[in-house]
């Protein structure tokens, strides 16, 4: 469990800053936004301003919690389990965009939650096993997965809780239990399949990392000794696609052939080779699709998938009666978010993303959170 000091740092840069220069840059900013932007940051809540004092209400909280974190995180002599369960429980409450979706991680406005096809497999149960790094990120692909396949778990390393059920998991006897890895001795899906039928009557559970790359060779080390791992063949299923389906909201080098692919792909291709069901392949793919169409709106780009209507539809209707004339502006602003606002946001979400522009609306006036969201630097 190595810190990395650059982490530490890009924590410490910003923390400092006078917190009442930033509420008022906040709120000024918030001024600005229509009431089609305050549904899609899930800001609207019908009245004048309740709505924005309870996002800065919010933001305020998490700057303290920041704040008493990084002071927690100065201590040298803190152990690393500490150290990490600090961290992964501050990102678990607040993830990285307030009022972001508690499940699929979106602005509420473009929540994908409930457009999730799903999927049961027949006898391999799925365990997401994310770093704080993606955890409440937009562009994260593996947050769909409890959605799309029935019994799914996300669990956020080095969360206490959630370290515990992974234990919990791989101690299950039950099961035979093994670890997505691209290892040299790592077994194929067929005798990872064989050994399971051999085992334990054919149940599996596997576990999918979801980091970058050098963070999740830190979490392998997690792992005890002898933990079983699993890797894709060379010529799996993924090969009809060159390139990663999450590319257009992430940066992503080589191509799929060196392993640079998603967790939904790679969980995609891992249950093909184990069940041999292509909907299911297809479908999460299809997920996958629609969820990074979501997250290019919320950075305020255009749709790559074509998985939804690129803006609204209208709700003008020239017969409508005289009593609504003035609210045209509302109305029209009202029907890109309004719908899906409500199915995720209870809780608050958190900061910056590191891949940038995370609350870039839909408008491009609308760029005004993204700047105070910054502010609260990364994980
Ligand atoms: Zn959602």
């Given at each position: 469990m190595v810190e990395d000091p650059e982490e530490l740092d890009r924590l410490l840069s910003d923390v400092g800053d006078n917190e009442?220069?930033?509420?008022?840059?906040?709120?000024?900013?918030?001024?600005?936004?229509?009431?089609?932007?305050?549904?899609?940051?899930?800001?609207?809540d019908g009245t004048s301003d309740g709505g924005r004092r309870a996002f800065v209400d919010r933001w305020r909280a998490r700057h303290a919690e920041r704040r008493a974190m990084v002071e927690a995180l100065k201590d040298p002599a803190r152990d690393p389990r500490d150290r990490m369960a600090l961290r992964s429980e501050y990102i678990m409450r607040?993830?990285?965009?307030?009022?972001?979706?508690?499940?699929?991680?979106?602005?509420?406005?473009?929540?994908?939650?409930?457009?999730?096809?799903?999927?049961?497999?027949?006898?391999?149960?799925?365990?997401?096993?994310?770093?704080?790094?993606?955890?409440?990120?937009?562009?994260?692909?593996?947050?769909?997965?409890?959605?799309?396949?029935?019994?799914?778990?996300?669990?956020?390393?080095?969360?206490?809780?959630?370290?515990?059920?992974?234990?919990?998991?791989?101690?299950?006897?039950?099961?035979?239990?093994?670890?997505l890895w691209p290892g040299a001795d790592s077994l194929l899906p067929e005798?990872?399949?064989?050994?399971?039928?051999?085992?334990?009557?054919?149940?599996?559970?596997?576990?999918?990392?979801?980091?970058?790359?050098?963070?999740?060779?830190?979490?392998?080390?997690?792992?005890?000794?002898?933990?079983?791992t699993v890797r894709l063949p060379p010529e799996s299923t993924?090969?009809?696609?060159?390139?990663?389906?999450?590319?257009?909201?992430?940066?992503?080098?080589?191509d799929l052939e060196n392993g640079r692919v998603s967790t939904v792909e790679a969980v995609a291709s891992l249950l093909y080779e184990l069940e041999g069901d292509e909907a299911m392949y297809r479908g999460l793919l299809d997920n996958l699709k629609i969820k990074v169409d979501a997250c290019r709106?919320?950075?305020?780009?255009?749709?790559?998938?074509?998985?939804?209507?690129?803006?609204?539809?209208?709700?003008?209707?020239?017969?409508?009666?005289?009593?609504q004339r003035g609210q045209d502006g509302g109305a029209a602003g009202g029907s890109a978010g309004g719908s899906a606002a409500g199915s995720g946001a209870d809780s608050p979400g958190e900061e910056s993303e590191t891949e940038g522009s995370p609350a870039a609306a839909v408008t491009p006036v609308a760029a005004p959170l993204n700047t105070i969201a910054s502010t609260a630097g990364s994980q």
């Open positions: 009442e220069e930033l509420v008022a840059k906040l709120m000024t900013q918030l001024q600005g936004l229509s009431h089609k932007q305050q549904r899609l940051y899930g800001i609207w607040w993830r990285k965009i307030l009022f972001s979706c508690p499940t699929c991680w979106l602005l509420p406005g473009l929540c994908v939650c409930g457009r999730m096809q799903r999927f049961s497999t027949s006898r391999t149960k799925l365990v997401v096993h994310a770093h704080h790094g993606e955890w409440g990120s937009a562009s994260n692909s593996g947050s769909i997965l409890p959605n799309s396949l029935e019994g799914a778990e996300i669990l956020l390393y080095g969360y206490p809780d959630h370290d515990r059920r992974l234990r919990e998991l791989l101690a299950d006897t039950s099961r035979t239990t093994a670890l005798q990872l399949s064989a050994l399971a039928d051999e085992r334990t009557g054919g149940r599996l559970t596997v576990v999918a990392l979801d980091a970058t790359w050098g963070n999740a060779r830190r979490m392998q080390g997690w792992f005890p000794k002898g933990t079983l993924l090969k009809e696609n060159k390139l990663s389906l999450l590319r257009p909201v992430r940066r992503y080098r080589g709106l919320q950075k305020n780009r255009s749709l790559v998938y074509d998985t939804q209507a690129p803006e609204e539809r209208s709700e003008r209707r020239p017969w409508r009666r005289g009593g």
